[in-house]
């Protein structure tokens, strides 16, 4: 059994749904983290620059101020910007704040932003503080007529842009949310109309099963559900020619069987009820039922043949091949039918030439030439010919069986190989014949990879050709 995926025994549906909602989540969630990486990070860049901005008016004031006009020009621009400034001296001790009694005042500020600064360089820095507010520094130094005097320390809460970021995350799983939602239904809903046609296929599918063998789809769908529709109508049609052809043979066979047995029961009546005890009349009548008995079991072993054959066919079977001479085998055929042939007045003959090898069973050429040669025995008049000839060319044997007898209309030719299909009932039936022959030979044919064709015109004659490979 092959391996089946875990899923894939799910309903469509689902199982469209779910790859649809995998293949969108993936999709919007990368988009997602990337949109909301550059946004944040370009927040983050116009926040720095602001802040070196103010950073920098800040390094200012304490580049030209000292002592109280110092402290009070600080807490006028914190109370203007919003931005905390702390100014620290060349060894980053805090000297000035926004008020006098910071606790800040004379502390040493450790931060990397003041270590730049302190370096002669501007640098801004984004740290979380055990509070949860989110913080931007920003160290300037502080230069007076070209030399450092020390830096100043900004710090601005930049806690609106993670609220931004926040917020946009919501955003953004509130669409992915919503376009899940209709991606997945989308997705369901495609499968449903995928599915439907094969929901009907399978309803008809139950119903073929179940018997009814008149059932047909309307093909629909996909390209593919449809030509499996169409499929399935024309196996539906075909199961339907063989029951036919099944409940057809049947009723022949019957039919055949009946006739035979009906006249030995009238000729066993006869006898019963006979008064007048003669014995020639006894004779007569016991020996029109052993004809009788003998028409019917023709008729069963003949049916018999065909089943063996059709048992081996659906079998798939070509018979005991063994290395065969045509001509031996058309010998001894033609040899056991001269008597036939002598009694009907028909002169029989095999064509003299070299033996043509094949590779198939003997029996069953034999049964195919021995109805061939019967029949062209059977369908021409006394005075007639059946000539038997064997040739071989282009990697096929050809054995043919040529009459002079009454012919068959081009109308019927292709009719003859059917069961039970006799051109003319009445005169078949004289014949002993019930339409089983050509059957039996051509089904024989074909388990031996040939096949049978035939060429007649009425009144002239009939030509029936074995081709096997050789
Ligand atoms: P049957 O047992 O009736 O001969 P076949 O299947 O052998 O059945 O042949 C079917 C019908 O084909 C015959 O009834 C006959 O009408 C016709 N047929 C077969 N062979 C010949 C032939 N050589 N010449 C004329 N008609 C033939």
Avoid at 239 to 244: E, I, K, P, T, V
Avoid at 303 to 332: F, N, W
Avoid at 385 to 402: E, I
Wanted: some cysteine.
């Amino acid at each position: 059994m092959r391996r089946r995926w875990f899923l894939s025994a799910w309903p469509l549906a689902l199982q469209l749904g779910l790859a649809f909602a995998v293949v969108t989540g993936v999709a919007l969630g990368g988009s997602g983290v990337l949109l909301l990486g550059q946004s944040t990070a370009r927040m983050l860049e116009e926040r720095a620059a602001s802040v070196t901005a103010w950073g920098q008016a800040a390094a200012a004031l304490a580049a030209e101020n000292t002592g109280e006009a110092l402290t009070l020009a600080l807490y006028r621009f914190h109370q203007q910007s919003g931005i905390r400034p702390v100014v620290v001296d060349g060894s980053g001790l805090v000297t000035a704040d926004i008020s006098d009694a910071s606790p800040l005042l004379g502390m040493e500020l450790t931060h990397p932003e003041v270590a730049a600064a302190l370096g002669g360089r501007v640098e801004t820095g984004t740290r979380r503080l055990a509070g949860g507010e989110w913080v931007m520094y920003g160290g300037m130094p502080v230069v007076r007529n070209g030399q450092q005097l020390g830096a100043v320390l900004v710090s601005a809460d930049i806690s609106a842009v993670r609220e931004a970021q926040r917020g946009l995350v919501r955003q953004l799983l509130l669409v992915a949310g919503v376009m899940e939602i209709a991606v997945v239904l989308l997705g369901m809903l495609l499968a449903r109309q995928l599915t439907r046609p094969l929901v009907r296929l399978r309803a008809a599918v139950a119903g073929l099963a179940g018997g009814r063998l008149e059932t047909r789809v309307e093909p629909s769908g996909s390209r593919e559900v449809h030509d499996v529709g169409e499929g399935f109508n024309r196996m539906a049609t075909e199961l339907g020619r063989l029951d036919q052809q099944r409940r057809a043979f049947v009723a022949d066979a019957s039919h055949e069987l009946r006739t035979p047995v009906a006249s030995i029961r009238a000729l066993a009546d006869a006898l019963l009820t006979d008064r007048r005890g003669d014995i020639a009349v006894y004779k007569e009548h016991l020996a029109d039922i052993v004809q009788e008995c003998d028409r019917a079991g023709r008729l069963v072993s003949r049916l018999l043949e065909l089943a063996r054959l059709d048992m081996r066919s659906e079998a798939r079977g070509t018979g005991a091949a063994e290395p065969t001479d045509l001509r031996q085998v058309a010998e001894e055929v033609v040899h056991a039918l001269e008597p036939l042939a002598a009694e009907r007045g028909v002169g029989l003959a095999l064509a003299p030439g070299r033996a043509v090898m094949v590779h198939a069973d003997s029996h069953l050429v034999e049964t195919i030439l021995g109805n061939l040669v019967e029949n062209g025995l059977k369908y021409t008049p006394a005075g007639g010919r059946v000539d038997v000839s064997l040739s071989a060319a282009g990697g096929m044997a050809a054995l043919t069986v040529t009459d002079t007898g009454i012919g068959i209309a081009s109308g019927e030719q292709a009719l003859i190989f059917e069961r039970f299909y006799r051109v003319d009932k009445a005169r078949a039936r004289a014949t002993g014949g019930a339409g089983l022959g050509l059957a039996i030979a051509s089904e024989a044919a074909m388990l031996l990879g040939g096949e049978i064709s035939v060429t007649s015109e009425p009144g002239k004659g009939s030509q029936f050709t074995l081709t096997l490979p050789l």
